[in-house]
């Protein structure tokens, strides 16, 4: 008898939903978006945030933080890596982790995510090519800064919480020209995508 032929998907098949795309016309449009996706987001979920320095990773994540309920402040975990917050609420911690400086995905498996990654909501800064490999599912949210200004992300060189990263003089300017830019109300567009199962079926986001 002829064996019948495998129909089941490749690694290649991946499935793909666009969950949200729209203008945000200023830092607190940036904010509100992330928070109306910090209410749809549970445990095991994680989140690729793509764009140029200062296109605003740092700002949407503020609003997703204050969707899920975590403990702030939320700043761009630059020179720590990787930084956890938690839940006020009984809910998932934020794992937040900015791969700016790593050199590749075996790095960040250093930060040893995968002990996280099931309990908490993990978002990746500078994460593509990296991030995709902590779970079957995850969503891509690509942000454009309509200047095309060249601000870095929100900093906080003196916290901690996170693995340890190098910091020298320069990192340490971008990081001050960033706070200053962070909050400008420089228009920006949001494309969020969901690979994988769990983004399948889901509903588009309202905002």
């Given amino acids: 008898?002829?064996?019948?032929?495998?129909?089941?998907?490749?690694?290649?098949e991946v499935t793909t939903r666009e969950i949200l795309t729209t203008d945000l016309p200023t830092a607190d449009a940036t904010r509100d978006a992330g928070r109306a996706?910090?209410?749809?987001l549970r445990a095991?979920?994680?989140?690729v945030l793509v764009g140029e320095l200062g296109a605003g990773k740092t700002t949407l994540t503020q609003g997703l933080a204050d969707g899920l309920g975590v403990r702030g402040p939320i700043t761009s975990p630059t020179f720590v890596l990787s930084r956890?917050?938690?839940s006020t609420v009984g809910?998932?911690?934020l794992v937040?982790?900015?791969a700016y400086r790593l050199g590749g995905a075996a790095?960040?498996?250093d930060i040893d995510?995968?002990?996280?990654?099931?309990?908490?909501?993990?978002?990746v800064e500078w994460g593509e090519g990296m991030a995709e490999q902590l779970a079957d599912s995850w969503l891509v949210v690509d942000l454009v800064r309509r200047t095309g200004a060249d601000a870095l992300e929100d900093a906080a060189p003196g916290e901690t919480g996170g693995a340890d990263a190098d910091v020298d003089d320069g990192a340490l300017a971008e990081a001050e020209d960033e706070a200053l830019a962070e909050d400008q109300d420089d228009p920006r567009s949001i494309r969020i995508v969901g690979v994988g199962p769990r983004w399948q079926d889901a509903p588009p986001l309202e905002v």
């Fill in 1 to 12: 008898m002829t064996p019948a032929p495998d129909t089941s998907p490749t690694t290649d």
């Fill in 84 to 86: 956890v917050h938690p």
């Fill in 96 to 98: 937040h982790v900015d």
């Fill in 107 to 109: 790095e960040l498996e």
């Fill in 91 to 93: 809910g998932p911690d």
């Fill in 37 to 40: 996706l910090g209410r749809i």
């Fill in 113 to 123: 995510l995968d002990t996280t990654v099931p309990t908490s909501v993990t978002v």
């Fill in 44 to 47: 095991g979920d994680v989140v």
